[in-house]
């Protein structure tokens, strides 16, 4: 599970500077999206645990933190 939390964080981090998201711009629409995203393109649609998958929401939600503070740093 360590392997998919630290997937999930990168993944979230990754589309924050890919789409040049903002602190501000991050609501929970914004993380369901990159969930489903995650699932759809990372684990080419898997089913995931009731677990699983509230760890990778937490998960993407922290990347996505962490790649706003990047951007809103260096903007």
């Not at 979230?12 to 501000?24: L, M, S, T, W, Y």
């Not at 993380?31 to 990778?56: H, P, T, W």
Request: net charge negative; no cysteine.
């Amino acid at each position: 599970m360590a392997d998919l939390q630290e997937l999930a964080v990168s993944f979230g981090k990754f589309v924050a500077e890919r789409d040049e998201i903002q602190i501000d711009d991050i609501t929970e629409d914004t993380v369901e999206e990159v969930v489903r995203e995650f699932i759809r393109q990372v684990l080419k649609g898997k089913s995931l645990s009731e677990d699983e998958l509230a760890l990778v929401h937490v998960a993407v939600e922290h990347g996505l933190f962490d790649g706003a503070t990047v951007n809103e740093m260096e903007g």
